[in-house]
């Protein structure tokens, strides 16, 4: 978990940076509010799914398996992301608004 949140921590800022290159000085305030709301959302649900595979082990007293199950939803769920991304658009926006 910890290499988890150090990771996340080193790409974060680079990714807002990245997304809010592609908007418009007009529209950057709203743009980083919905990104800080998405940021929120995403960790409440994944607090909440992982918490949820690994309670429903750990209640009966496996916490052990109760962490691999989290581990394992963890990691389906970053596949299942990784492959979508792949799907995107390669080409970056351009700025028509100027």
Do not use: Y
């Amino acid at each position: 978990m910890t290499v988890v949140g150090f990771g996340f921590g080193l790409i974060v800022a680079a990714l807002f940076q990245s997304v809010l290159s592609a908007i418009s000085n007009a529209e950057t305030g709203s743009a980083s509010g919905l990104l800080a709301a998405v940021q929120a959302v995403g960790a409440s649900a994944g607090v909440a799914i992982f918490g949820t595979v690994f309670f429903a082990k750990a209640t009966s007293g496996a916490f052990a398996l109760g962490f691999r199950h989290a581990i394992l939803v963890e990691v389906i769920v970053i596949v299942v992301f990784m492959l979508a991304i792949c799907g995107l658009d390669k080409q970056a926006p351009t700025n028509n608004w100027e």
